[in-house]
């Protein structure tokens, strides 16, 4: 079966823009999480959508948010980038019905000048 | 959420077992023991899962001592591809962790000709 697809695969921004950012899960996959990884903090949880509602978070600004639609596919988007932003975003699809079995994408490799 | 603690680097050879291990004291009964491996610019991979004792698959073995404080994942020959990052995760199988996988520092493998 096809993985978790991450689009775009890399991207250049410019401060103060906003970026979206789409993940496709597994077929079947309700939970979709998101993920930034930098080589400083590694990797950290963004937030977490399931059916279209959003279960968890993490501790990012507002200026990070998503949404899930209803084939289960989810973006994220990042409002007024900063250069801190820079940073490798992975998703990751699961049922959401427990808390293993996750599949993460190759991310989306985010570059804020 | 148990705390992890692994090396943060290891090196090997071609052809040798390689084994790392995680410790974490503060395990909770209905923990699971999970590792993934990451390649650069890449999001991580499942590796292998465990409860207790020893669990095999067809790329590596995990052995869990009767305490549960401790785990080490188990390579055997390795090639120069498993070079990457090896985390060790501990978590719940539910409730308000939905979606937040913790990383810890993760182990650099390097494997050497």
């Known amino acids: 079966k096809a993985g978790v697809t991450q689009t775009p695969r890399y991207l250049i921004k410019t401060r103060g823009q906003q970026v979206t950012l789409s993940c496709s899960p597994i077929s079947g996959h309700r939970s979709v999480s998101w993920y930034q990884q930098t080589p400083g903090q590694g990797l950290q949880f963004l937030f977490e959508?399931?059916?279209?509602?959003?279960?968890n978070k993490g501790n990012f600004p507002g200026r990070f948010s998503g949404r899930q639609f209803s084939n289960s596919r989810s973006e994220m988007n990042v409002s007024t980038l900063e250069l801190g932003d820079s940073a490798l975003y992975l998703c990751?699809?699961?049922?959401?019905?427990?808390?293993?079995?996750?599949?993460f994408g190759s991310g989306t490799r985010l570059t804020v000048v | 959420l148990a705390k992890t603690t692994q090396p943060i680097s290891m090196d090997s050879y071609e052809g040798q077992e390689v084994n790392i291990t995680c410790s974490h004291n503060n395990i909770a009964t209905n923990d699971y023991i999970t590792w993934y491996q990451q390649f650069p610019s890449q999001g991580p991979r499942f590796i292998i899962q465990g409860y207790k004792t020893k669990v095999t698959n067809e790329v590596a073995s995990l052995f869990i001592p009767a305490d549960r404080k401790s785990s080490t994942l188990s390579l055997p020959r390795v090639s120069l591809s498993d070079t990457a990052v090896y985390y060790c995760?501990?978590?719940?199988?539910?409730?308000?962790?939905?979606?937040?996988?913790?990383f810890g520092q993760g182990t650099i493998l390097t494997v050497h000709p």
């Open positions: 990751a699809s699961s049922s959401g019905l427990s808390n293993y079995g996750y599949t």
């Open positions: 959508y399931f059916s279209e509602t959003q279960r």
């Open positions: 995760l501990v978590g719940v199988g539910g409730g308000t962790s939905y979606g937040k996988l913790t």
